[in-house]
């Protein structure tokens, strides 16, 4: 059966709030097929999407080998075969090791004063501005393209076309194939040309820390390099918006409005609100993004389910952070610990780099403005919200907020 998404759950109400999204049962693992037809077979359960994320028999470089069958529709950055996303074994690990230093909770914890000093500004700045207050553009978008601008020495780059360039890179059918490559090769010459300047004139930057870390290994190339920067960018903007956007068409119900003050007068609340927040929310509407389809490279068991090699896998993230055996089922408790990790940052060998970044930024993020505005509300309807579509990701396009 062909769907619009990589599994047969059913879809989300047209552009409802994504904490309204239905979810799949989580159960034994199933066939279905991609937009492109090919058979998939999708896996639900918590423990059998883990298994899979981190099996060395399931990877990512053979999606792209010859004999692959076609995946997506349209090309994105996620289809980059140099990427380290597309990268297994001691190519990966190489890849991955002359960044993952500087994305350690322990660099991370070093950033939180300055972190913490843009995301001040920028609430009193929208504070400061009066209400009623478009929250997105304010806040929700500078915040993370600040502090990854200021990581990578990119001051001054315009915020609109990191959006630009990212949308199209993330682009399922909001853009054509053509503007979609238009838009990669503009984004991949900026790129390549940052490489050099840093390599010509290295400074302080994470930019110039990749580029002589690999140029003293010697286990990357060019195309790597440059592909592990504008990645870099791109994560580092995108997870962060989408998910505080998301998380405030969540908090700003009416009904959770104490929940809204806590996480304002206590850090420790904000920490652990964002932890279930993450868990719950997914990123966009498809099941399983482009990012979580594996190929098997030999025959292996997976949920008492035989997965034959050359078997194209996807792994629903979304369903498996909902899995009863592992969460409690029924209302949420946004404060309660999460004692099992979530999957929203994936698992195994290809676990998310900038996490830990996302998750201080999303935290200091929720917790100022609540602090400042503990009256925050939506100021229509969450029926007239905008959306962005059309993309692997979806968020609030304008969000307007009163108190």
Same mark, same amino acid.
């Given at each position: 059966?062909?769907?619009?998404?990589?599994?047969?759950?059913?879809?989300?109400?047209?552009?409802?709030?994504?904490?309204?999204?239905?979810?799949?049962?989580?159960?034994?693992?199933?066939?279905?097929?991609?937009?492109?037809?090919?058979?998939?077979?999708?896996?639900?359960?918590?423990?059998?999407?883990?298994?899979?994320?981190?099996?060395?028999?399931?990877?990512?470089?053979?999606?792209?080998?010859?004999?692959?069958?076609?995946?997506?529709?349209?090309?994105?950055?996620?289809?980059?075969?140099?990427?380290?996303?597309?990268?297994?074994?001691?190519?990966?690990?190489?890849?991955?090791?002359?960044?993952?230093?500087?994305?350690?909770?322990?660099?991370?914890?070093?950033?939180? $004063?300055?972190?913490? @000093?843009?995301? *001040?500004?920028?609430?009193? /700045? %929208? =504070?400061?501005?009066?209400?009623?207050? #478009?929250?997105?553009?304010?806040?929700?978008?500078?915040?993370?393209?600040?502090?990854?601008?200021?990581?990578?020495?990119?001051?001054?780059?315009?915020?609109?076309?990191?959006?630009?360039?990212?949308?199209?890179?993330?682009?399922?059918?909001?853009?054509?194939?053509?503007?979609?490559?238009?838009?990669?090769?503009?984004?991949?010459?900026?790129?390549?040309?940052?490489?050099?300047?840093?390599?010509?004139?290295?400074?302080?930057?994470?930019?110039?820390?990749?580029?002589?870390?690999?140029?003293?290994?010697?286990?990357?190339?060019?195309?790597?390099?440059?592909?592990?920067?504008?990645?870099?960018?791109?994560?580092?903007?995108?997870?962060?918006?989408?998910?505080?956007?998301?998380?405030?068409?969540?908090?700003?119900? $009416?009904?959770?409005? @104490?929940?809204? *003050?806590?996480?304002?007068? /206590? %850090? =420790?609340?904000?920490?652990?609100?964002? #932890?279930?927040?993450?868990?719950?929310?997914?990123?966009?509407?498809?099941?399983?993004?482009?990012?979580?389809?594996?190929?098997?490279?030999?025959?292996?068991?997976?949920?008492?389910?035989?997965?034959?090699?050359?078997?194209?896998?996807?792994?629903?993230?979304?369903?498996?952070?909902?899995?009863?055996?592992?969460?409690?089922?029924?209302?949420?408790?946004?404060?309660?610990?999460?004692?099992?990790?979530?999957?929203?940052?994936?698992?195994?060998?290809?676990?998310?780099?900038?996490?830990?970044?996302?998750?201080?930024?999303?935290?200091?993020?929720?917790?100022?403005?609540?602090?400042?505005?503990?009256?925050?509300?939506?100021?229509?309807?969450?029926?007239?919200?905008?959306?962005?579509?059309?993309?692997?990701?979806?968020?609030?396009?304008?969000?307007?907020?009163?108190?």
């Amino acid at each position: 059966m062909t769907t619009d998404t990589p599994t047969d759950a059913p879809d989300s109400p047209p552009l409802a709030p994504l904490h309204c999204m239905l979810r799949a049962e989580p159960g034994p693992p199933r066939l279905a097929a991609l937009p492109t037809g090919t058979p998939v077979w999708v896996l639900t359960r918590h423990a059998d999407v883990r298994q899979a994320l981190a099996h060395p028999d399931l990877g990512r470089s053979s999606l792209y080998a010859p004999d692959a069958p076609p995946i997506t529709l349209t090309p994105n950055i996620l289809d980059d075969p140099s990427s380290i996303l597309n990268s297994d074994g001691p190519d990966h690990q190489a890849i991955r090791r002359t960044v993952q230093r500087a994305f350690t909770p322990r660099a991370i914890e070093r950033w939180r $004063p300055w972190v913490d @000093a843009v995301v *001040r500004e920028l609430v009193d /700045d %929208l =504070a400061g501005s009066g209400s009623p207050a #478009e929250v997105i553009g304010a806040l929700t978008k500078p915040l993370p393209v600040r502090v990854i601008s200021r990581l990578m020495e990119l001051e001054g780059l315009d915020v609109e076309r990191i959006s630009w360039w990212s949308d199209h890179a993330l682009s399922t059918t909001a853009y054509t194939a053509e503007e979609i490559g238009a838009a990669l090769r503009e984004f991949g010459a900026f790129g390549y040309q940052l490489v050099q300047a840093r390599r010509k004139n290295p400074g302080e930057d994470l930019v110039s820390s990749l580029v002589q870390a690999a140029d003293q290994t010697g286990g990357m190339t060019e195309a790597q390099i440059t592909s592990l920067t504008i990645g870099l960018v791109i994560a580092g903007h995108e997870t962060t918006m989408t998910s505080f956007g998301n998380a405030l068409v969540y908090l700003l119900d $009416p009904q959770r409005g @104490a929940a809204w *003050r806590r996480i304002g007068t /206590d %850090l =420790a609340a904000a920490t652990a609100a964002t #932890e279930q927040l993450l868990r719950t929310i997914p990123l966009g509407d498809r099941t399983s993004g482009p990012g979580a389809l594996r190929r098997a490279t030999a025959d292996l068991e997976i949920g008492g389910v035989t997965i034959p090699a050359g078997a194209i896998v996807a792994a629903d993230m979304i369903t498996a952070n909902a899995d009863p055996e592992v969460y409690p089922p029924g209302p949420l408790d946004l404060f309660a610990p999460l004692g099992t990790p979530s999957l929203t940052f994936g698992a195994g060998p290809h676990h998310c780099l900038g996490a830990w970044l996302a998750r201080m930024e999303l935290e200091l993020g929720l917790h100022h403005l609540a602090r400042v505005l503990p009256g925050l509300r939506l100021a229509g309807p969450v029926e007239e919200i905008e959306w962005r579509t059309g993309l692997v990701t979806r968020s609030p396009l304008r969000l307007e907020v009163a108190w």
